[in-house]
């Protein structure tokens, strides 16, 4: 009996000791960098979560944009940091993609973050500006193939989901045009507004405002079927682009090593976020599946899309141009 006593005594220990380290994180704000500018989808996702998170946390969890050379900027300060839970990134397969493009090995997405939580998916939608003469994704296909070269197409960076989706487009239609990249979706989208730039494919959530209001025009979604959040916009796949799909997501990354019960805390209390009914609605509204992963989950998840997304930009050769 004395043994069993012992070995219960560990086990009670090990579970306080383990209690002790969540309590204890965070002892101070939470900062949160986003590596675009304000704005954006993902700037938009991170701030709806960020209140909610402070509150089950018991510390302000603080939004910060570091935009810049799509969103690497922000990722290395993040991989950098002390892996103490009180700087995180919240980002998209931005970092991976941009840095498989310019071939570049850090901060490496697997290797040097601590996956936290998968936050949603979404797609995209393809837009123009009003004045561009065509309602249809074949209209611009046709125009496209008119003058070759000669139009452009904006995204929030190189090896932003957009820029990739405007890839997959050429390469599967056989079109010359040419990729725009700003610091963010958000000035990519002023100035498709303005006319500078005339297509762009954009998250829901970033511009379906601007498309609500006639300051863009809508001609396709990037999912395979058409989305509840665009009623009446038809799938790219359903409009001459058989099979298109593009696919984004966001969550949240820490430095590697973070400790173990850190990781499971923060997962935990951004999943509760998630869960609410208030952010459900939001995300359904502007095409958002919310998730609900352990870190674990997420890492996995990590692995697939690093394969996934290496291979689209292998086959369509991809580069900085």
């Not at 979404?122 to 003469?133: A, D, E, F, K």
């Not at 405002?209 to 509840?228: D, E, H, I, Y």
């Amino acid at each position: 009996m004395r043994g069993v006593y012992w070995v219960a005594g560990l086990t009670l220990a090990a579970s306080a000791g383990a209690a002790f380290g969540q309590a204890k994180y965070p002892v101070k704000p939470v900062r949160m960098l986003v590596g675009f500018a304000p704005g954006g989808a993902t700037d938009i996702i991170a701030r709806s979560i960020a209140p909610g998170l402070g509150e089950l946390l018991g510390q302000s969890v603080i939004v910060e944009n570091r935009p810049g050379a799509s969103s690497q900027i922000a990722g290395e300060a993040v991989a950098k940091a002390p892996p103490d839970g009180h700087m995180l990134l919240f980002t998209t397969q931005t970092l991976m993609t941009s840095m498989m493009i310019e071939n570049k090995a850090y901060p490496d997405f697997i290797k040097d973050f601590t996956a936290v939580t998968l936050a949603a998916t979404g797609v995209l939608i393809l837009v123009v500006n009003p004045s561009l003469p065509v309602k249809s994704v074949k209209e611009l296909i046709a125009l496209a193939r008119a003058r070759p070269g000669d139009l452009t197409y904006a995204s929030g960076g190189v090896g932003t989901t957009p820029h990739l989706a405007g890839e997959l487009m050429a390469t599967t239609a056989r079109l010359k045009v040419v990729h725009v990249p700003y610091k963010g979706e958000a000035p990519g989208i002023i100035d498709v507004i303005a006319g500078h730039v005339p297509v762009m494919f954009c998250n829901v959530s970033a511009c379906q405002n601007f498309v609500q209001s006639g300051r863009l025009r809508a001609l396709a979604v990037t999912s395979l079927k058409p989305s509840a959040a665009t009623p009446g916009m038809p799938p790219m796949a359903e409009s001459g682009l058989p099979g298109f799909e593009v696919i984004g997501f966001w969550g949240v990354l820490a430095p590697a090593n973070l400790p173990r019960e850190v990781a499971t805390r923060l997962s935990g209390e951004i999943n509760k976020v998630l869960a609410r009914p208030d952010i459900r609605e939001r995300f359904a509204s502007q095409a958002l599946d919310p998730a609900n992963t352990t870190p674990e989950q997420f890492g996995d998840f990590i692995k697939v899309e690093v394969g996934r997304w290496g291979k689209l930009i292998r086959e369509a050769g991809i580069t900085i141009k």
